[in-house]
């Protein structure tokens, strides 16, 4: 199921990265005294009585070269179009300013809950200051330290009694999937080919797509799919494509919803950076994890390519290793039946289940192959290992001390679990426990 999305939003150097921080409880986002220094994760998961949500630093969503009015635009076009609720950030030190106005003149084009925030109020005597920002006639204001926490309970609250309803559950046996990918590597004209129709507007342009599709269809054997093309934008403009934080955060969406994640690569342009940095996305999210490599039809190739291909898939995505490749093309249709037969398969590795007996059987064989390290003269020892959830599947192994498991050989283990069962196209967690 998505999770709802609270999108942080006001003038720079207020806060938002530090609030943001204090939030998702961690320190997630650069946060310096200075405008303009949000570089990074713009993204992240915030929980608050027993409420999970998707949490955007719109600090994080810059334009180069742009004014600083079409800046803050840009930033506040987006909170009001991706996110369910809005906290609007104000500086209670320096007071109520022009370009706060100019962010609420902003908000007041919106239909969607807006939180003020007055941050950096550490005196409880400077509390009385907040009354001017009445007038911004975004409701009432609440005075906040992010810095020290102060305050910051009260947001929280508000954020949860504003959060759209839980909606019913969907179909268990459902499979939903993303295409993710830079773009031009053929995102909506692989949905088009699978579906058989033009359902999305493809063209060799980048960027073409607009507004975001899921498409749900089945299979000729009865499975249901909802397929989420991350390609799309729901407002034309400038401001839109000059900005690779607003892409990086609409698939990091998508790949949240996802069960399984199509990494589409373009076969002429090979991989960059940004591929393998979205594709980190799905590989920390636990997802399962199809790589497409897209436009085969377009190389001149012989008896060697594709396994040079392959080689330089696995040197440059080292950690999607259990990750199964599929070469295409949308435009002939070449190996497209394959897509939905390997994402049932990874699906299936998703939700796979073993007993604890076999587990241990598995992993008392992998000792007795590779003996456990030692450390100062203390052995490790392995008493037991259990699954504890699907999706990814994840195994917890209870041991004397936790320091003793060294990374190398927890690597080990999951390999011989990934020899002894099928858990291709899904991460496996692996956690360390003393036993108590």
Request: glycine share 6%.
């Amino acid at each position: 199921m998505s999770l709802p999305t609270v999108a942080i939003v006001g003038r720079p150097n207020v806060g938002k990265s530090t609030i943001f921080n204090r939030i998702a409880g961690e320190r997630i986002s650069i946060v310096e005294n200075i405008p303009g220094v949000t570089r990074d994760r713009i993204y992240a998961t915030g929980e608050w009585l027993n409420k999970k949500f998707s949490l955007i630093d719109t600090g994080g969503i810059e334009l180069s070269d742009e004014p600083f009015m079409t800046e803050i635009r840009a930033q506040a076009e987006i909170a009001m179009n991706e996110a369910d609720v809005i906290v609007a950030v104000v500086d209670g030190e320096t007071g109520l300013t022009d370009a706060d106005e100019a962010v609420a003149q902003l908000l007041y084009h919106t239909s969607k809950p807006i939180i003020l925030v007055v941050n950096k109020v550490d005196n409880p005597e400077r509390r009385m200051d907040i009354f001017d920002f009445y007038s911004l006639g975004l409701g009432d204001p609440y005075p906040v330290s992010a810095a020290h926490g102060l305050g910051t309970g009260d947001v929280l609250d508000a954020i949860v009694e504003n959060l759209p309803a839980d909606l019913e559950e969907e179909n268990p046996d459902l499979i939903k999937f993303s295409l993710i990918g830079r773009p031009n590597v053929g995102k909506s004209s692989l949905i088009n080919a699978i579906l058989g129709e033009e359902r999305v507007i493809a063209s060799p342009i980048a960027g073409t797509t607009r507004d975001a599709i899921d498409t749900h269809f089945t299979d000729p054997e009865g499975q249901e799919f909802v397929m989420i093309d991350t390609a799309g934008m729901r407002k034309s403009g400038k401001v839109y494509e000059n900005t690779e934080k607003y892409a990086v955060m609409r698939a990091m969406r998508a790949i949240d919803r996802s069960d399984v994640v199509l990494m589409v690569l373009n076969a002429q342009e090979g991989i960059r950076e940004y591929d393998k940095r979205i594709a980190g996305f799905a590989h920390e999210a636990g997802k399962g994890i199809l790589i497409v490599v897209n436009k085969w039809d377009t190389l001149v190739k012989d008896d060697k390519t594709m396994k040079k291909f392959e080689e330089d898939i696995r040197w440059e995505f080292k950690y999607l290793d259990y990750a199964p490749i599929v070469y295409v093309s949308a435009k002939t249709g070449q190996r497209l039946s394959q897509i939905p037969e390997q994402i049932k398969e990874i699906s299936a590795s998703q939700n796979l289940r073993i007993s604890s007996s076999i587990l241990n059987d598995v992993i008392m064989d992998a000792v007795a192959i590779n003996p456990t390290p030692t450390d100062k003269g203390k052995r490790l020892k392995i008493f037991y290992a259990t699954q504890v959830a699907v999706k990814p599947p994840t195994f917890v192994v209870f041991v004397n001390e936790e320091e003793l498991m060294h990374f190398s050989y927890l690597r080990f283990l999951e390999n011989q679990i990934r020899k002894a069962f099928v858990f291709e196209g899904t991460p496996i967690h692996m956690i360390t426990r003393k036993r108590k």
